[in-house]
């Protein structure tokens, strides 16, 4: 009998528990009910420590970002760099808070920078023409090297990634723009020297002149071929470093047919006295730049009406070439 009754004690004791249990159950889902039917899963979004916003899907918030710094949002667009990615904070907030998505994407998007891809076709080192893609540019080298353009052994294509876009141009345009015509018979230089000294009479420059390059005289200053050659030509291999021959401001760097010169420089020593280096390879220096005495400012080529490679230099004082053997060689 004691066990019996022990029993169904316990089993009481049990049933009094369920049913609290099944209360306190009831009651928790009832409130959770409540909370869910006011508060809602919110992601509270920060960018920089800022906040910004609230976003109802972070998940598609952030897929969206990704895809933009894949993607970018336009045509040419290599990639896109976004400073700091934003930091999300799961709260519960009333459901009539609003979210804005669009807005977050939207600042996030703006404190990124977008990089373009496009191509610059270049002759020598500077940038002429520009198209969207490598196709374009190959057909534009290629088109021009048919029509053996003049400039043909100085064209080259650079990829270019950079934040800003420039202005296309088509093929067309740009076999129009670049092509140089081929000058075969030697024509008048137009120049800016407005004369030439034949006199032997050395005028004191001022100044002492170096050699700009190291090599044999191949053309003299003065008469030739009918008409007065206002340099002295220089034979040396391709390449050759030319110096400046005095320290001096760079007034002129020019590539393409330069009036004949072809890619050449001009530095101005001051007192109305300028040197010249035609028939360039390539120019190393910048206009308005200032050079030292026997700094590298191009290389000897064979660019403009010249027929092998040689550095023409000319001394001109105030505009009137003088003769380079007076000085120098
Ligand atoms: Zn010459």
Known sequence: MFQISTIKKTIVHIRTWTKFTILIILATFLMIGAISYIYKPIYRVSLNGEWIGYSENKSKLQQRINEYIEKGNGENIAFVEINSLPEYQLCFLKKDVPTNDEEIFNKIVQQGQTYYNYYAICIGQEEKAYVSNFEQAEEVVNELKAKDSNNKDQLSVVEKYETELKDFATVEKCVA???????VVQKSYTIAATGVNTSTKKIPL??????????????????????SHKGLDIGAPKGTPIKAAAAGTVTLA???????????VIISHGNGIQTLYGHCTSLNVKVGQQVAQGQVIATVGNTGDSTGNHLHLEIRINGVAQNPQNYLY
Do not use: M
Request: no cysteine; net charge positive; aromatic share 16%.
């Open 206 to 227: 001022g100044i002492s002149l170096i050699r700009p390059v190291s090599g044999t005289v191949t053309s003299r200053f003065g008469a030739r071929w009918g008409r």
């Open 177 to 183: 723009d670049l092509y140089e015509k081929k000058v």
């Open 254 to 264: 020019q590539y393409g047919y330069g009036g004949g010169y072809g890619n050449h």
